[in-house]
């Protein structure tokens, strides 16, 4: 199975800065013969099911604001919020779909400094 | 607008089953494949299986393959998810999510609300 690991394991950043969160894979997810990552990147909060932020690594969702971005390739990936809202305050997981299992980080908690 | 419906919260005691619905409306229901996972208290989020709705053909984790079953019912628009054997480690909120395509390496795009399930003599 892939191994998703996610740092750091919780967040707390100030009301309009910039919130970073890590994701490796322990192998590749990058898929030679079309050249996309199958990495997504999801926000949960209390009591909800998680929603779709980004797709193919870097790909955003439809309705996501802009200042949510993705990025990273390989085993390497990175969520940016731009500017931290209010909002925003939730878990927030990477996935493989790379191959079955597909897998799940262990969620990153983003909290207001 | 996509909406995944699912049944209400059960109870079972050890070694029962427990099956689960979740009726899709607002897309073309057999042209998007259908995941089922779970989600245990304070656990990351675990994929349990797919189902290609259009041909319902399915396939499942390894782990817990021989105990879960995932079925369909297109003229109702909705899928099963049916898991036997149940022991208190299976104490979880399920979801069934879409995928973004017909086949399980699309990404999943919606989910249903979820549906606890507590084992529990």
């Known amino acids: 199975d892939i191994v998703m690991t996610q740092s750091p394991d919780s967040l707390a950043v100030s009301l309009g800065e910039r919130a970073t969160f890590n994701c490796k894979s322990s192998?590749?997810?990058?898929?030679?013969?079309?050249?996309?990552?199958?990495l997504a990147w999801y926000q949960q909060k209390p009591g909800q099911p998680p929603k779709l932020l980004i797709y193919w690594a870097s790909t955003r969702e439809s309705g996501v604001p802009d200042r949510f971005s993705g990025s990273g390739s390989g085993t390497d990936f990175t969520l940016t919020i731009s500017s931290l809202q209010a909002e925003d305050v939730a878990v927030y997981y990477c996935q493989q779909y790379y191959t079955t299992p597909i897998t799940f980080g262990q969620g990153t908690r983003l909290e207001i400094k | 607008q996509v909406q995944l419906v699912q049944s209400g919260a059960e109870v079972e005691k050890p070694g029962a089953s427990v099956k689960i619905s979740c009726q899709a409306s607002?897309?073309?229901?057999?042209?998007?494949?259908m995941h089922w996972l779970r989600q245990a208290p304070g656990q990351r989020v675990e994929w349990m299986g797919w189902?290609?709705?259009?041909?319902?053909?399915?396939a499942y984790s390894q782990k817990l393959q021989g105990r879960v079953t995932i079925t369909r019912d297109t003229f109702a628009s909705t899928t099963y998810l049916e898991v036997t054997g149940l022991i208190s480690e299976d104490t979880a909120v399920y979801y069934c999510?879409?995928?973004?395509?017909?086949?399980?390496?699309?990404?999943?795009?919606?989910w249903g609300q979820g549906t606890l399930v507590t084992v529990s003599s």
């Open positions: 189902l290609n709705v259009g041909n319902g053909n399915a």
């Open positions: 607002g897309y073309t229901f057999t042209t998007f494949g």
């Open positions: 999510a879409r995928d973004r395509t017909q086949t399980w390496y699309g990404g999943i795009d919606y």
């Open positions: 192998q590749s997810v990058l898929y030679s013969s079309d050249n996309k990552n199958y």
